[in-house]
């Protein structure tokens, strides 16, 4: 059974920094690509980031290119999303994502 476990989130001044952990478990980690998402109140689910699978490639969304880093430790099976000058606009909760498969999500919260 899949399961991931999304982590890191919290309030933070706009400006500020987040780093959010997907444990992830259920399948071979290092055979797929992964992906955040985020999905903001009252709206759909946004395509925020996607690494390959050994981490050499990656693609971001233009509303967080050159703010957000996706990484991977294919070791430990996690998947990273570094977040930098966050603005109120990033407030949502964040979800990695695997095949359709979700975790719970963890909540970032950016306060102006």
């Known amino acids: 059974e899949v399961q991931l476990v999304e982590s890191g989130g919290g309030l933070v001044q706009s400006g500020g920094s987040l780093r959010l952990s997907c444990a992830a478990s259920?399948?071979?980690?290092?055979?797929?690509?992964m992906s955040w998402v985020r999905q903001a109140p009252g709206k759909g689910l946004e395509w925020l980031s996607t690494i390959s699978s050994r981490g050499g490639g990656t693609n971001y969304a233009d509303s967080v290119k050159g703010r957000f880093t996706i990484s991977r430790d294919n070791d430990k099976k996690t998947l990273y999303l570094q977040m930098g000058n966050l603005k109120p606009e990033d407030t949502a909760v964040y979800y990695c994502?695997?095949?359709?498969?979700r975790g719970q999500g963890t909540q970032v919260t950016v306060s102006s």
């Open positions: 259920g399948f071979t980690f290092s055979n797929y690509p």
């Open positions: 994502n695997h095949r359709n498969h």
